[in-house]
Nanobody, 127 residues
Framework: EVQLVESGGGSVQTGGSLRLSCVTS????????IGWFRQAPGKEREGVSY????????WYGDSVKARFTISSDNAKSTVYLQMDSLNAEDTAVYYC????????????????????WGQGTQVTVSS
Protein backbone atom coordinates (compact mmCIF):
# COMPACT_ATOMS: atom_id res chain seq x y z
CA GLU A 1 0.00 0.00 0.00
CA VAL A 2 1.35 3.40 -0.99
CA GLN A 3 1.87 5.69 1.97
CA LEU A 4 2.96 9.29 2.25
CA VAL A 5 3.43 10.52 5.81
CA GLU A 6 4.00 14.18 6.55
CA SER A 7 5.56 15.56 9.70
CA GLY A 8 7.14 18.77 10.96
CA GLY A 9 4.15 21.06 11.06
CA GLY A 10 3.37 23.21 14.05
CA SER A 11 2.92 26.76 15.29
CA VAL A 12 5.51 29.45 14.70
CA GLN A 13 5.70 33.20 14.87
CA THR A 14 5.99 35.47 11.86
CA GLY A 15 9.48 35.31 10.45
CA GLY A 16 10.11 31.85 11.84
CA SER A 17 11.01 28.61 10.11
CA LEU A 18 9.73 25.06 9.88
CA ARG A 19 10.94 21.98 8.04
CA LEU A 20 8.36 19.55 6.73
CA SER A 21 9.18 15.95 5.89
CA CYS A 22 7.33 13.52 3.66
CA VAL A 23 8.30 9.88 4.07
CA THR A 24 7.05 7.67 1.27
CA SER A 25 6.69 3.92 0.90
CA UNK A 26 5.65 1.47 -1.80
CA UNK A 27 6.41 3.82 -4.68
CA UNK A 28 9.35 3.78 -7.08
CA UNK A 29 10.69 6.92 -5.52
CA UNK A 30 13.16 7.90 -8.24
CA UNK A 31 10.46 7.74 -10.91
CA UNK A 32 8.18 10.25 -9.28
CA UNK A 33 7.45 13.90 -8.92
CA ILE A 34 6.76 14.74 -5.29
CA GLY A 35 4.81 17.85 -4.52
CA TRP A 36 3.83 19.94 -1.53
CA PHE A 37 0.39 21.49 -1.65
CA ARG A 38 -1.46 23.54 0.93
CA GLN A 39 -5.03 24.40 1.71
CA ALA A 40 -6.17 27.23 3.92
CA PRO A 41 -9.72 27.40 5.31
CA GLY A 42 -12.17 28.45 2.63
CA LYS A 43 -9.56 28.30 -0.12
CA GLU A 44 -8.70 25.85 -2.84
CA ARG A 45 -5.74 23.53 -2.56
CA GLU A 46 -2.72 25.13 -4.20
CA GLY A 47 0.68 23.91 -5.29
CA VAL A 48 3.58 25.12 -3.17
CA SER A 49 6.63 23.32 -4.51
CA TYR A 50 7.45 20.19 -6.49
CA UNK A 51 10.59 18.12 -7.13
CA UNK A 52 11.42 15.57 -9.80
CA UNK A 53 13.28 12.90 -7.87
CA UNK A 54 15.14 11.53 -10.89
CA UNK A 55 16.68 14.74 -12.20
CA UNK A 56 16.31 17.06 -9.21
CA UNK A 57 14.26 19.59 -11.13
CA UNK A 58 12.11 21.85 -8.99
CA TRP A 59 9.20 24.27 -9.18
CA TYR A 60 8.01 26.88 -6.70
CA GLY A 61 4.82 28.86 -6.45
CA ASP A 62 5.28 32.61 -6.75
CA SER A 63 4.24 33.23 -3.15
CA VAL A 64 7.01 31.02 -1.72
CA LYS A 65 9.92 31.63 -4.08
CA ALA A 66 13.10 32.64 -2.26
CA ARG A 67 11.57 31.59 1.08
CA PHE A 68 10.95 27.85 0.71
CA THR A 69 13.38 25.15 -0.43
CA ILE A 70 12.40 21.66 -1.53
CA SER A 71 14.84 18.75 -1.50
CA SER A 72 14.75 15.00 -1.79
CA ASP A 73 16.77 12.20 -0.22
CA ASN A 74 16.35 9.30 -2.60
CA ALA A 75 18.10 6.89 -0.25
CA LYS A 76 15.43 7.59 2.36
CA SER A 77 12.50 8.01 -0.06
CA THR A 78 11.86 11.29 1.68
CA VAL A 79 11.18 14.83 0.51
CA TYR A 80 11.71 17.90 2.65
CA LEU A 81 10.30 21.41 2.51
CA GLN A 82 12.35 24.02 4.36
CA MET A 83 10.14 27.02 5.04
CA ASP A 84 11.76 30.29 6.10
CA SER A 85 10.44 33.81 6.66
CA LEU A 86 7.00 32.46 7.37
CA ASN A 87 4.04 34.81 7.48
CA ALA A 88 0.35 34.53 8.30
CA GLU A 89 -0.54 33.81 4.66
CA ASP A 90 1.42 30.57 4.92
CA THR A 91 -1.03 29.20 7.51
CA ALA A 92 -2.64 26.09 6.03
CA VAL A 93 -2.71 22.33 6.06
CA TYR A 94 0.25 21.14 4.03
CA TYR A 95 -0.05 17.96 2.00
CA CYS A 96 2.56 15.80 0.33
CA UNK A 97 1.61 14.17 -2.95
CA UNK A 98 3.24 11.94 -5.55
CA UNK A 99 2.89 11.52 -9.30
CA UNK A 100 4.60 8.29 -10.32
CA UNK A 101 3.44 7.35 -13.81
CA UNK A 102 6.85 6.82 -15.39
CA UNK A 103 7.90 10.32 -14.39
CA UNK A 104 11.47 11.44 -15.09
CA UNK A 105 11.18 15.12 -14.27
CA UNK A 106 9.10 17.47 -12.16
CA UNK A 107 5.38 17.46 -12.90
CA UNK A 108 4.14 21.04 -12.91
CA UNK A 109 0.41 21.16 -12.53
CA UNK A 110 -2.51 21.18 -10.16
CA UNK A 111 -3.61 18.59 -7.62
CA UNK A 112 -5.26 16.56 -10.37
CA UNK A 113 -1.80 15.68 -11.71
CA UNK A 114 -0.87 13.88 -8.48
CA UNK A 115 -2.12 10.41 -7.65
CA UNK A 116 -1.12 9.68 -4.06
CA TRP A 117 -1.66 11.90 -1.06
CA GLY A 118 -0.71 12.10 2.58
CA GLN A 119 -3.02 13.10 5.40
CA GLY A 120 -1.57 16.56 5.84
CA THR A 121 0.17 18.51 8.57
CA GLN A 122 -1.00 21.81 10.03
CA VAL A 123 1.19 24.90 9.82
CA THR A 124 0.08 27.93 11.79
CA VAL A 125 1.92 31.25 11.66
CA SER A 126 0.97 33.95 14.12
CA SER A 127 2.22 37.43 14.85
Amino acid sequence: EVQLVESGGGSVQTGGSLRLSCVTSEITFDECSIGWFRQAPGKEREGVSYVGTRDGSTWYGDSVKARFTISSDNAKSTVYLQMDSLNAEDTAVYYCAAACRGVDTVVIGGPEEYDYWGQGTQVTVSS
